[in-house]
RNA sequence: GCGAGCUUGGCGGAAUGGUAGACGCACGAGACUUAAAAUCUCGAGUCCGCAAGGACGUGCGGGUUCGAGUCCCGCAGCUCGCACCA
């Protein structure tokens, strides 16, 4: 660019100096114990995983977050707003095999990269809160807060088949095993019997359940998400002996318990079915080698997606029969059924074909019998018979012993009071929430501070030998957990006998980091977890911003970690994070021609086609997708940021799009926000060098000071709305009505313009700050910075408009306007509406029904013939 | 199958039950310029009309209302989540 095109914004420079002039100030510090004379506001962004480089999804999320802390700032809120490294994970530890470089040096590199874009961004953060995950500062305090929990009887060790990921060679929650594949590697995942530790989320299953009504800032999608992730359902276990059992069958193998929502169709007992992995259907296996056959079949096609699509029920009976514990004479066979879960419930269903669809699929499938127990309401028990749909909605019991013409609600708890009575069941709430298995065979994680010792067994690390480090020299030379495989480190003495023992080589599943950061940001550097009056004072965060895709695991895992810290006594409070804010995606075009994918920077559009940069030979565009390394519809915000500056990229991001949804980044989009901050500058510029800045306010002023406090009332309630899509909007608006300001003239403009000019410096601050603070200076040399200064005050006087256009509608049509002063008496306003011309001409000849007047807003006449 | 959400110009989107399409992008015309870029001004839902004006118009079909993008019922399409959950 030429001189004579000089931009009126040098952002290179200009944006550096005003960070460097708040960092200099400390302008975002706060205290670890919120301040009493202002109300706290927690702002948080979920923290990065420090892959590598930001890429423009964290851009979004972290500009939407510092538009709500500095917002809130100038409200007069005390803002914490933080920023972290979520730094334990396999990437590392993929890039030291790969690259040869230890995880450690590999993450550190990323975050100072990561953290260098971050503060080129300008976001209003408190750095000297900036924690990492992976530094013993932290981790170290998890280890105690694990210690603790152990403690408090919140941890167990279990024997427990575990999702083995044979390509990360680690142990998978359930929750990271999707359609069977590791969540990671998209491995097939196997089981494995592994001893394990595990947190009890399960002992607040209930709360987490009730508390999510208490969250009436989450997306109510999240809430039923969690809820279903729950899974809380009644219903009562029922025991059934086995009908002459063979010999062998003997103490637990003699009958079979089965969970059920429906204890009240118990006489439709069809059959019982039991999960392949049930040890009844082993015990069966070891002497029928059609059931071992059959049983090995569903291991192999059981989690696998092709089977959950065919979804075809498949059984095996297994010759044994079991009574029906409510009439003894009646008796079921067993099925092994590929459809039944060993995880869920017991492992064992009891088959009622009359009220359960997949049951009468199965049982017409098998020819088994179909016993007809529950009557749909207006059906005759005499002439009713079952069809291919199962009985759904209003129904009575029938053909059920003492059950007849009983609901189905009162007949349970008949049945339930029944089989306790007997011995043979009860009611009980069954949870689809498992516990938490937190062991992984990996190093690159906060080792778990047990140590084993052959006589006294798992014993936790005591406080004074916390923290447990990582040790450095370790080689990635083989697969499996270096920290197994290392020579010395491992090796300890029982911290009770003092005898040679083994630390547990195995660390926490990286998601139990995350679970209760946003705490340890209140007190970063304190010896203990938390320090209780700074987690309090600043708990619980007031907008938490991030991804859909945390939906479940985090924010489930860091609701439950938030009451297990309550319970030792390391906080007070149960709900994380009151408001929850989840952004859309960014995405883009993607570009490809015969060579391949392309990348947005090597294509350039020419009129209606997009070409190739270099050969200028047409290109195809594929529809807006989620950003990939794969398509190369990637965009790199440390280029954008180099050449459009930090504030464009901010601007941008807020612009079009409503926040929630997913934002199309546009090459044509960052233009116009360049283009649209310079333009402000010059107009303040204008204004500063042209107007005096003793000015005094006079009537020809009046029709901007509208716009002006208009915008200021209209931007705060954008921001309060979370649309900052709209407070652009508005942006726009009071600049265009600046730069028509421009040639008005008359006593009282200047000031106004001097108003309308300070006023957008303020309001453009959350979005573009560095902008805000470079034109305030033009504008006002030597005064207070932007950021040191409050949100303006609209002001009623200005709000009051002078005359008001109402729409004249006929029978709802709009006909014209009229413009009257504002809340004129009806009369008036009905009779200029009357006299609108074409509101009389359609009126002539018409009769008058109904006048219809809401004033200030519109007039309907209701007319007839 | 279950659940949640979405559907408005060429595009992104705006709109406390009250003038649909704010604002931006793209587009067109003009000004400035030797020219281009930049900048500025103006225009624009569709159709009919020189115009005044009119008809139609927020996925589709109904309903409530003086008045519906907005509320209610039904349907379709798309997106996301869960999914053999007993």
């Known amino acids: 660019m030429s001189d004579t095109t000089a931009p009126a914004f040098d952002f290179q420079d200009r944006e550096p100096f005003w960070q460097n002039e708040w960092k200099r100030r400390s302008t975002f510090a706060v205290p670890d114990v919120p301040p009493a004379d202002r109300p706290k506001y927690y702002v948080l962004e979920m923290f ?94 998890q280890q105690k807060l694990f210690t603790d929990m152990l403690a408090a009887g919140l941890v167990e060790r279990r024997d ?15 929750e990271q095993v999707v359609d069977g594949r590791g969540w990671r590697s998209g491995a097939l995942i196997e089981k494995k ?33 969690q809820e279903r992730w729950i899974g809380r359902s009644e219903g009562a276990r029922v025991r059934f002996a086995l009908h002459q ?58 989690t696998s997606e092709e089977v959950i699509e065919a979804a075809e029920k498949r059984g095996f009976d297994t010759g044994l029969r079991v009574a029906n514990p409510l009439d003894p004479e009646k008796t079921a066979p067993v099925w092994i059924a590929n459809f039944v879960l060993m995880d869920y419930g017991t492992g064992a269903v009891f088959g009622c074909p009359c009220g359960d669809q997949r049951d009468l699929d199965f049982a017409r499938k098998y020819d088994l019998p179909v016993p007809q127990v529950l009557l749909p309401a207006g059906q005759d028990a005499e002439t009713f018979v079952l069809g291919k749909k199962a009985v759904s909605g209003d129904a009575t019991l029938f053909n059920s012993g003492f059950l007849d013409g009983l609901d189905p609600a009162t007949a349970r708890k008949k049945v339930i009071e029944r089989l306790e009575g007997l011995g043979a069941g009860k009611g009980v709430v069954n949870w689809r929430l498992r516990d938490w298995g937190i062991s992984r065979q990996r190093y690159w994680g906060c080792p778990i501070p047990v140590i084993h010792c052959d006589a006294c067994g798992p014993v936790p690390v005591p406080d004074e030998l916390l923290p447990v480090i990582l040790p450095e020299d370790v080689t990635f030379d083989r697969p499996g957990n270096p920290l197994d495989h290392h020579p010395t480190w491992k090796h300890v003495d029982c911290p009770h006998c003092g005898k040679p023992a083994v630390r547990e080589t195995d660390t926490f599943d990286t998601f139990v980091d995350s679970s209760w950061y946003f705490a340890r940001f209140t007190s970063p550097h304190a010896e203990t977890p938390t320090v209780p009056a700074a987690a309090n004072g600043w708990l619980p965060v007031d907008q938490y911003i991030g991804g859909i895709e945390h939906a479940i695991l985090h924010l489930l895992y860091a609701r439950f970690f938030t009451r297990a810290m309550h319970e030792t006594g390391h906080l007070d409070v149960d ?59 990637t965009v790199s915000p440390v280029d954008i940021i180099e050449r459009f500056g930090a504030d464009t990229a901010r601007w941008f991001v807020l612009s079009d799009s409503p926040p929630e949804r997913d934002m199309e980044w546009t090459a044509s ?51 309060e709305a979370f649309t900052p899509n709209v407070a652009v909007a508005r942006l726009h608006e009071l600049t265009s009505a600046l730069a028509d300001a421009e040639r008005v003239e008359g006593a009282g403009i200047a000031a106004a313009r001097r108003e309308a000019a300070q006023v957008l410096c303020l309001l453009v601050a959350p979005m573009m700050p560095h902008l805000a603070e470079d034109m305030m200076a033009v504008l006002e040399p030597g005064s207070a910075l932007v950021v040191e200064r409050p949100w303006p005050e609209a002001e009623e006087k200005w709000l009051a408009v002078q005359s008001v256009t ?35 001409r359609l009126l002539e000849g018409k009769r008058l029904v109904k006048e219809i007047h809401v004033p200030n807003r519109i007039v309907n006449f209701v007319v007839a013939g």
């Open 48 to 141: 990065p995983y420090p892959s590598g480089q930001l890429h423009v999804g964290h851009v979004r999320n972290y500009t939407l977050g510092d538009v709500v802390a500095r917002y809130k700032r100038a409200r007069g809120f005390a803002v914490m707003h933080p920023m972290g490294w979520d730094a334990f994970g396999l990437p590392a530890e993929n890039a030291a095999r790969e690259r040869n470089v230890h995880p450690g040096k590999w993450t550190m590199d990323n975050i100072a990269t990561m953290r260098g874009t971050l503060q080129r961004l300008g976001f209003s953060l408190d750095w000297d809160r900036e924690i990492a995950t992976c530094l013993p500062e932290y981790y170290g305090k």
């Open 160 to 174: 427990s088949l575990v999702n083995w990921d044979p390509v990360d060679e680690t142990v998978l929650a359930n």
């Open 193 to 225: 019997k592994l001893s394990q530790w595990f947190l009890k989320i399960t002992k607040f299953a209930q709360p987490l359940l009730d508390d999510l009504k208490t969250l009436d800032r989450w997306p109510e999608r999240v809430r039923t998400m």
């Open 245 to 302: 059992p063979p010999a062998g069958y003997d103490e637990d193998l003699d009958s079979v318990e089965v969970f059920t929502t429906r204890p009240d169709t118990l006489f439709g007992l069809s059959f019982v079915g039991i999960s392949a992995e049930h040890p009844l259907a082993r015990k069966v296996a070891e002497t029928n080698p059609q059931a071992a056959a059959f049983i090995e079949e569903c291991r192999r096609l059981g």
């Open 575 to 633: 709900e994380p994070f009151a408001g929850l804010f989840t952004q859309g995606m960014v995405t883009h075009e993607s570009y490809r021609d015969d060579s391949g994918w392309l990348y947005p920077e090597d294509v350039e559009r020419q009129g209606d086609q997009v070409v190739r940069r270099e050969t200028g030979t047409p290109v195809q565009v594929g529809r807006s997708e989620k950003m990939s390394k794969s398509k190369r519809n």
């Open 669 to 719: 989009g960052v233009a116009a926000a360049a283009r649209f901050g310079q333009r402000l500058h010059r107009l303040v510029s204008a204004v500063a060098a042209r107007d005096a800045a003793d000015s005094v306010h006079g009537t020809a002023g009046d029709d901007l000071r509208r716009v002006t406090h208009r915008a200021i009332a209209a931007v705060g309630d954008a921001l």
């Open 806 to 840: 109402i729409g004249v509608q006929i029978l709802g049509k709009l006909r014209g306007t009229i413009e009257v002063p504002p809340n004129a008496p009806k009369e008036d306003v009905l009779a200029a509406a009357k006299n609108e011309p074409n509101v009389a």
